[in-house]
């Protein structure tokens, strides 16, 4: 907890959207962005990976639609810029359809006693 | 000769060495050549000013040993106490054999130098007398996990030949059916267990989303995002709390293990996401 979502210049709508283990929550536009990631050039951009499974979340969008940012230094959070409206898929999940904005891409966590563990589906 | 207040760089970069060597040294598995051995704790004796002993009586692990030598020596002269470990001082020899080799203190680690020798020959655990010793075979498997903790899977983590074993997972002892015989971890056994730790373990390799179907109980808290479960465990402060989910694409439920404190499933589900729960509300979910 602790980092707090804040409005998105895109979109009205504060509310985020999810995918199976991710959540993408709208935020400040003016966050730093840190590394761009590299496009895949199959899958385009590749929010996620399951480590177990392989599949992914991603979103095949023309360059200048969509970017995708590291900006935590574990590579878990990322930072993506929408500037077109795009599509989210996942092989075992239903598109999603994502509107223009900033959004930081959360994956889903599970707590143990001992620390902290990423799902991943 | 003044006290070593620190270590050279040249000196701090062989400690890594050391480690190696001895950790390799502490892990050694047997079978030994019993000849090798019995000269090498002949060399222990003259180290120590001693005359060799005259008999050398073997046991297949220090379970083993310890028995024979309460039989022989009296009860409670067996207690591993009294033992000396060989392969396992590798911890204290290998810190006198760097002080003897890289800080020039020949003299002064002299008669650890049998000591050294038998370890580096791969002597196990010895009960010395004037006459006569009582030794143990090397185990024949030590199994570690990637953090170099004891750990095994389908097997004890140290095995000795006589059948001697210790079972642990992720350095935890437990019993051997919680390794050998998941199966036989019964819902009644995960409750009543004493021992955090090897409670822990139990609750793994049963499956905490089964423990808490199986218990049966009566959801804390349910609303659209899921249904919250709680159950605490004796002498434990640690609750199991965990949240039950549909997956929306595949209608498969499954539960994720949240905080202790967590109130409701809104709450719950929201935390898997590190968001607050009132922000924790999607547009769309797939």
Known sequence: ??????????????????????????????????????????????????????????????????????????????????????????????PIGIDPGSYVVRRQREYTPQGLRTVED | MGMIEELTPEQDAKLEGYYGKWLAIGLQTGPRDHSVIERALADVYKCGGLKPPKRFVWGGSPVEVARIVDKE?????????????????????????????????????????????????GISWFWPYEDVVYISELPTVVAQDQEGRLHAETGPAIGYSDGTAVWAWHGVQVPEDVIMHPENITVERVRDEANAEVRRVMLERFGQDRYIQELGLRPVHEDETGQLFRTEFKNDPEVLTMVRVVDTSTGRPYFLRVPPDMQTAKEAVAWTFDVPPQEYSPRAES
């Open chain 2, 73 to 121: 020596c009296g009860a409670g002269a067996g207690d591993p106490g009294h033992a000396c470990y060989g392969t396992h001082d590798a911890s204290w020899l290998g810190f006198y054999d760097f002080m003897r080799a890289e800080m020039g203190l020949a003299e002064e680690t002299k008669e650890l130098e049998g000591l050294t020798e038998a370890a580096l020959a």
């Open chain 1, 1 to 94: 907890m602790g980092r707090k979502a804040k409005g998105t210049k895109g979109s009205e709508d504060r509310r985020p959207y999810r995918q199976g283990d991710v959540l993408l929550v709208p935020c400040d536009a003016g966050m730093e962005h840190g590394v761009e990631v590299k496009r895949d050039p199959v899958r385009g951009l590749v929010l996620a990976v399951g480590e177990a499974t392989g599949h992914m979340h991603h979103i095949q969008a023309p360059v200048d639609a969509a970017a995708l940012f590291d900006i935590s230094p574990d590579k878990l959070d990322r930072l993506l810029e929408v500037r077109m409206p795009v599509t989210l898929y996942h092989d075992e999940h239903a």
